[in-house]
């Protein structure tokens, strides 16, 4: 519970732009363009972090790295309010890069796989799946809340109801981070020190030993295609309106209903994988998934939105479900808890890769091929890729059962 509400109160802040895009764009009176350089400097540092994060989570408790991302985050958050000029947003970007990275991310991970049972791993990462997205839409309704009571019934202008949704984002991931510091008892997620695992030596013993496990790649190459797909996803919105001509408030209304698919897809998908072996469910689960994206935009451009809102909820439903329990591969990988964190920050490293490539990919497909055939192509060459995810999941399902 504390790890899912830690992770889920330093989102919001970091990602205001999902809801609040136009309103930064006039507060801090800078461009578009601006504003994804900022997101663009968030991934660069997430890319670099990925790896030292996963190494520091095997030297610090995750209750300190934990507390340290939410106050950090809500610092930086309190710094925005201030609506300081474009080289100090990308400071604070930077900043939120280092405090949802370096320090959160591979203590998020492994702490969750340490406290999860063997036979549990499903479920537990689908619950933090589920839980940081409930969280997060909590927090994100809340803040629409004090915006549109400062904008309508305080009187004021857009710059101060936005300042006042950064303040709340920002003293709430503050305000929380002492109860997770004293409350999270955190003896089950880690591993004592070893000894003989000290300095530059120790660190490239524990590197070799992770390059030479086949199963850490095979775990890599499902996280990837699984991560690719949802990534897709992204543009489901732009086809909607483009190819088949729906309106913005008929859009809005299905990509909010695809977003309550998150809390679903990820327990239902956690419980399920349990009950029947996370692993195999997993590759099963990422097949339907890139079978179903292929098809939406084959469909005919006059099918209507009786047709589209439950094909769409149905991705959503199968894609968040994917991206709740891939993480469950990494306890099938035969890691020492005292390498695990490491094992985290280099499958990161791989598997998050389609944030590079993914959008390069739209750009050339819709750039090549018109309109619908444009994103036919774009959705089947990623929906046919989850055959790769399948064959990656058997052969590391087949790899534990040999072992074990």
Same mark, same amino acid.
């Given at each position: 519970?504390?790890?899912?509400?830690?992770? %889920?109160?330093?989102?919001?802040?970091?990602?205001?732009?999902?809801?609040?895009?136009?309103?930064?764009?006039?507060?801090?009176?800078?461009?578009?363009?601006?504003?994804?350089?900022?997101?663009? *400097?968030?991934?660069?540092?997430?890319?670099?972090?990925? =790896?030292?994060?996963?190494?520091?989570?095997?030297?610090?408790?995750?209750?300190?790295?934990?507390?340290?991302?939410?106050?950090?985050?809500?610092?930086? !958050?309190?710094?925005?309010?201030?609506?300081?000029?474009?080289?100090?947003?990308?400071?604070?970007?930077?900043?939120?890069?280092?405090?949802? /990275?370096?320090?959160?991310?591979?203590?998020?991970?492994?702490?969750?796989?340490?406290?999860?049972?063997?036979?549990?791993?499903?479920?537990?990462?689908?619950?933090?799946?589920?839980?940081?997205?409930?969280?997060?839409?909590?927090?994100?309704?809340? %803040?629409?809340?004090?915006?549109?009571?400062?904008?309508?019934?305080?009187?004021?202008?857009?710059?101060?109801?936005?300042?006042?949704?950064?303040?709340?984002? %920002?003293?709430?991931?503050?305000?929380?981070?002492?109860?997770?510091?004293?409350? =999270?008892?955190?003896?089950?997620?880690? $591993?004592?020190?070893?000894?003989?695992?000290?300095?530059?030596?120790?660190?490239?013993?524990?590197?070799?030993?992770?390059?030479?496990?086949?199963?850490?790649?095979?775990? $890599?190459?499902?996280?990837?295609?699984?991560?690719?797909?949802?990534?897709?996803?992204?543009?489901?919105? /732009?086809?909607?309106?483009?190819?088949?001509?729906?309106?913005?408030?008929?859009?809005?209304? *299905?990509?909010?209903?695809?977003?309550?698919?998150?809390?679903?897809?990820?327990?239902?998908?956690?419980?399920?994988?349990?009950?029947?072996?996370?692993?195999?469910?997993? /590759?099963?689960?990422?097949?339907?998934?890139?079978?179903?994206? !292929?098809?939406?935009?084959?469909?005919? !451009?006059?099918?209507?939105?009786?047709?589209?809102?439950?094909?769409?909820?149905? *991705?959503?439903?199968?894609?968040? %479900?994917?991206?709740? *329990?891939?993480?469950?591969?990494?306890?099938?990988?035969?890691?020492?808890?005292?390498?695990?964190?490491?094992?985290?920050?280099?499958?990161? =490293?791989?598997?998050?890769?389609?944030?590079?490539?993914?959008?390069?990919?739209?750009?050339?497909?819709?750039?090549?091929?018109?309109?619908?055939?444009?994103?036919?192509?774009?959705?089947?060459?990623?929906?046919?890729?989850?055959?790769?995810?399948?064959?990656?999941?058997?052969?590391?399902?087949?790899?534990?059962?040999?072992?074990?």
């Amino acid at each position: 519970m504390l790890l899912i509400v830690g992770s %889920g109160v330093i989102y919001p802040a970091v990602y205001m732009r999902q809801n609040f895009e136009g309103s930064m764009l006039e507060t801090f009176d800078i461009t578009r363009a601006q504003l994804a350089e900022c997101h663009s *400097i968030l991934g660069v540092i997430f890319f670099l972090t990925y =790896l030292p994060s996963g190494w520091l989570s095997d030297k610090l408790p995750t209750r300190w790295l934990m507390s340290a991302s939410m106050a950090g985050t809500g610092i930086f !958050a309190l710094w925005l309010s201030t609506a300081p000029d474009f080289a100090q947003i990308k400071w604070i970007f930077i900043g939120w890069g280092v405090t949802s /990275g370096l320090t959160l991310w591979g203590a998020l991970i492994k702490g969750t796989s340490l406290l999860a049972p063997q036979d549990q791993q499903g479920r537990f990462f689908g619950l933090l799946e589920s839980g940081r997205g409930l969280v997060e839409a909590l927090l994100a309704s809340i %803040g629409l809340a004090v915006f549109a009571y400062f904008l309508n019934s305080v009187g004021a202008g857009t710059s101060a109801s936005l300042t006042a949704v950064i303040v709340f984002y %920002g003293l709430v991931a503050i305000g929380l981070a002492p109860i997770v510091f004293f409350a =999270l008892r955190t003896s089950t997620m880690e $591993a004592p020190p070893d000894p003989h695992r000290r300095g530059m030596s120790g660190f490239s013993r524990d590197m070799k030993e992770l390059f030479t496990n086949q199963k850490i790649w095979l775990a $890599a190459l499902v996280i990837l295609v699984g991560y690719q797909i949802f990534w897709v996803t992204y543009s489901l919105a /732009g086809m909607l309106e483009s190819i088949f001509q729906l309106s913005a408030v008929t859009v809005g209304a *299905i990509t909010v209903g695809r977003l309550w698919m998150r809390p679903l897809g990820g327990v239902l998908a956690g419980f399920i994988g349990d009950y029947c072996r996370v692993i195999p469910f997993l /590759g099963i689960l990422m097949l339907v998934a890139g079978g179903l994206l !292929a098809l939406l935009p084959a469909l005919p !451009a006059t099918v209507g939105v009786m047709v589209l809102f439950p094909m769409v909820l149905l *991705i959503a439903l199968f894609t968040y %479900g994917v991206r709740g *329990i891939f993480w469950a591969t990494l306890d099938e990988c035969d890691v020492s808890a005292s390498t695990r964190g490491l094992a985290v920050g280099l499958i990161s =490293l791989l598997a998050y890769t389609p944030d590079i490539y993914v959008p390069m990919m739209q750009s050339w497909a819709l750039a090549n091929w018109s309109g619908q055939q444009g994103f036919q192509v774009y959705y089947g060459l990623f929906g046919a890729s989850s055959l790769v995810g399948f064959v990656a999941a058997r052969q590391l399902t087949r790899l534990g059962k040999d072992i074990h």
